[in-house]
Nanobody, 126 residues
């Protein structure tokens, strides 16, 4: 296992829930790093959905506040994204990422993240 490995994507009905997982046990980070979830649709730029800093501070995109929760299980080296009350617009490919060069905060733009998972597809239907 190398780098970041996502799991947990799939299909869900609107107002349902999914939990994405991202194992970072293979990444061998030397210290706590900023980790985040991004989403990307066809032809779109990757945009940050949620992030968690090395100190545990969390940040969310406005459109997921109150619905999504990012968390980490540092003992088992897993990053989670709990997605509740899902909407049709949440359908996308979701990626977990790490920004290993940032100590104090999590950057917003995708190009500041240097380690990526392979992505997992999420589809929300009526």
């Amino acid at each position: 296992q190398v780098g970041l490995v996502e799991s947990g994507g799939g299909s869900v009905q609107a107002r349902g829930s999914l939990r994405l997982s991202c194992s970072f046990s293979g990444a061998n980070f030397r210290r706590p790093v900023c980790m985040a979830w991004f989403r990307q649709g066809p032809g779109d730029e990757r945009e940050r959905v949620a992030a968690i800093s090395p100190t545990g501070a969390t940040t969310y995109a406005d459109y997921v506040k109150g619905r999504f929760t990012i968390s980490t299980d540092n003992a088992n080296k897993i990053l989670y994204l709990q997605m509740d009350n899902m909407q049709l617009v949440d359908s996308d490919t979701y990626y977990c990422a790490a920004a290993t060069k940032y100590i104090d905060y999590c950057p917003v733009r995708h190009y500041n993240y240097d380690t990526w998972g392979q992505g997992t597809q999420v589809s929300v239907s009526t």
